[in-house]
T-cell receptor, first 117, second 113 residues
Framework: AQKVTQAQTEISVVEKEDVTLDCVYE???????LFWYKQPPSGELVFLIR??????QNEISGRYSWNFQKSTSSFNFTITASQVVDSAVYFC??????????????FGAGTQVVVTP | NAGVMQNPRHLVRRRGQEARLRCSPM?????VYWYRQLPEEGLKFMVY????????ESGMPKERFSAEFPKEGPSILRIQQVVRGDSAAYFC???????????FGQGTRLTVV
C-alpha cells in the first residue's frame, strides 16, 4: 500500500524567512512519481513539480527547491525568502507509473503555510 | 487549449436531493479521475474512468455515489440523497491516453444544508 505523511500540520513564518515542508512516503513500487501541489485560499490545486523516482537530482525553480532522498523516502520542499502570497496548503503526493496508476494519486494530509508580513 | 473544466464551481443542495458534478477533460484526454477533499483533510481518490468504462472505483462510497464518462460529453459524478457529510470539494483530473500528466480542474464545492 502507498502512504504519504506530512507530519507538519501548520507552519507559520515571517516574510523573507525560509520554510521547509517535510514529506515522507511509503511504497512497494520500485518506480513511482512524487508530486507537490499548492492549494491557495481560493481553493484550486496548482501543480508545482513531479519527480520520477529514478531522478534523484535536487531541483530549484525560482524560490522553490526540492530535496529528494530515496534512501530516507523523503521529498522535502523548501520555499526560500517566503512571501505572503506563499500562504497556502501544500500537498505532497505519490503515484505509480503504469497507465492504470499514475493518475491515481495518494495525497498527504497537507501542510498549511502561513506567511505574515 | 482550455484546462480541465468543472461545473458548477459551487453547488448547494438540501439533504435528500441529488447532486450532479460535471467535469470536461482537457481536449484529447480520455482518462478522468475524481477526488474528494473533506474539510480539513487531504484529497482522496474516488474513481478512475476512461471513455464509457469505469477502471477503478475503489475509493467510491458503496452507496449513493456513481460516476460515468460517456462517449460524448463530460464526466458526471452523481450523488443521490445527499447528506451533510457529503459536503466537500470535489476535484476532477484528466490525462491523455498513455500520458504522464494528470491536470486538475478548479473543483466543485458542494454544500449540503
Amino acid at each position: 500500500a502507498q502512504k504519504v505523511t506530512q507530519a507538519q500540520t501548520e507552519i507559520s513564518v515571517v516574510e523573507k524567512e525560509d520554510v521547509t515542508l517535510d514529506c515522507v512516503y511509503e511504497t512497494r513500487d520500485t518506480t513511482y512519481y512524487l508530486f507537490w501541489y499548492k492549494q491557495p485560499p481560493s481553493g484550486e490545486l496548482v501543480f508545482l513539480i513531479r519527480r520520477n523516482s529514478f531522478d534523484e537530482q535536487n531541483e530549484i525553480s525560482g524560490r522553490y527547491s526540492w530535496n529528494f532522498q530515496k534512501s530516507t523516502s523523503s521529498f522535502n520542499f523548501t520555499i526560500t525568502a517566503s512571501q505572503v502570497v506563499d500562504s497556502a496548503v501544500y500537498f505532497c503526493a505519490l503515484s505509480g507509473v503504469t497507465t492504470d496508476s499514475w493518475g491515481k494519486l495518494q495525497f498527504g494530509a497537507g501542510t498549511q503555510v502561513v506567511v505574515t508580513p | 487549449n482550455a484546462g480541465v473544466m468543472q461545473n458548477p464551481r459551487h453547488l448547494v443542495r438540501r439533504r435528500g436531493q441529488e447532486a450532479r458534478l460535471r467535469c470536461s477533460p482537457m481536449k484529447g484526454h480520455s482518462h478522468v479521475y475524481w477526488y474528494r477533499q473533506l474539510p480539513e483533510e487531504g484529497l482522496k481518490f474516488m474513481v478512475y474512468l476512461q471513455k464509457e468504462n469505469i477502471i477503478d472505483e475503489s475509493g467510491m462510497p458503496k452507496e449513493r455515489f456513481s460516476a460515468e464518462f460517456p462517449k460524448e460529453g463530460p464526466s458526471i459524478l452523481r450523488i443521490q440523497q445527499v447528506v451533510r457529510g457529503d459536503s466537500a470539494a470535489y476535484f476532477c483530473a484528466s490525462s491523455p491516453q498513455g500520458g504522464q500528466e494528470a491536470f486538475f480542474g478548479q473543483g466543485t464545492r458542494l454544500t449540503v444544508v
